[in-house]
């Protein structure tokens, strides 16, 4: 481990409890050390530390995983496992670290089954995350009788989620086609090396809702948009919709919902507005082509919009709130009197604020509704209030929507 004494001039980086140190803070500290060393960083009075991974490249250059002296990363980790012990009763599958938000910068831990699957987001953390994949996978056989038969880490970059294939390494057993899942003695099968090792877990709280909430459902039309692997519309179709109608554009998210579902996609122009069929799987590009896929599409009693992120940089923001007002413009007008819209949202750069006031101001703008609801975040999707970049995901429901 390196240490680094600060002087004066830097106190301010310990005014905060923020998990990064930008590079442009740090440039003078860099010359002795490596990708991937450890370092120890103490204020000028002693009095604080932290402890950090330092990446050579990149806008971060340390990643705190330890901010006092009493601490430990080893006692934090046992903690956030701890802490998802309920959800194990629930299902098995979750999120075991949340980055940043649990204090493991860069590094998010998931568990399907038996399969644990390691994401890190810098080559500065392979380290790391060995050692966390052996403790944790210890630390679940004894407290938890969860006897591991895989382990694997992938270094998606942030962006290309559909490409981690390549990036992926198994450190122990093997992974061999697709996983099955649980929640609420609800199967499903996934692929651990898609998007999100497989499966979005932070919209569980719309699972949950839906499950829970089978009048709201029952008999009605639902429009489900950006479907990915079809789990949430599984779990509409058991609570008795009459109607189905998933949206999604990736291959390989359509093919595992394919194999789950025992149905084939279809595209656009083959889709027929008075079609008999019950549970529809439509392929398309919605953010390119949503004007022409409502175009397409009769009315619903609900309809569900979770798009992905869509501000991957500042300059995005403006578009992603055009993109969002567009959707649920859209949306309205395809939307039955009395109807749900459910919005969604993992735009990491639009506060849960700003996004309920678009969303509401949207729908105000010429409907009224009865009720409007905002689901709780998952135990296994924490915030850091540190961290404000991590209060990303988002879902709100407007119930009993009408023309005003
Ligand atoms: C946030 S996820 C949706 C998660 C989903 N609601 C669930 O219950 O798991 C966003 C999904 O949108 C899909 N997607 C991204 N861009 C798209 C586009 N232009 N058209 C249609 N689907 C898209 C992604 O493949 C991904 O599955």
Known sequence: MKTIELDKKFDFLFEKEHPWIYRNKFNQFEKELKNGDIVKIISSDSKKSYTGIYAEKGLVAIRIFLFSKTDSIKSNLIDKVHLRRKLFSETNSLRLIHGENDLFPGITVDIHDKHLVIMNYHSSLEKISRWISKFIYSFLKKNFQINLESISIHSPNRIGFESIKKNNR????????????????????????????????????????????????????????FSSNGFLSKILRLQDVSKLVSVEDSNNMIFIHEKNENINHILLYEHKLNSTDKNILIKEDILKNKETLFSKLENFDTIIIDPPNLTNNEKDISKAKNIYKSLIILSLQKLNKNGNLILASCSNRIHPNEFYRICKETVSENFEFDTWKKLDLEPDHPINPFFPEGNYFKVNLFLGVKKS
Do not use: H
């Not at 090792?197 to 039309?221: A, C, H, M, P, T």
């Open 170 to 225: 198994v450190l122990k057993g093997s992974i061999t086609g697709l996983i099955q899942i649980q929640f609420k003695k609800i199967k499903y099968q996934i692929d651990l090396e898609s998007q999100k090792s497989g499966i979005y877990n932070d919209i569980r709280n719309l699972r949950r809702y839906i499950f829970e909430n089978k009048k709201v459902f029952q008999n009605k039309k639902v429009l489900n948009l």
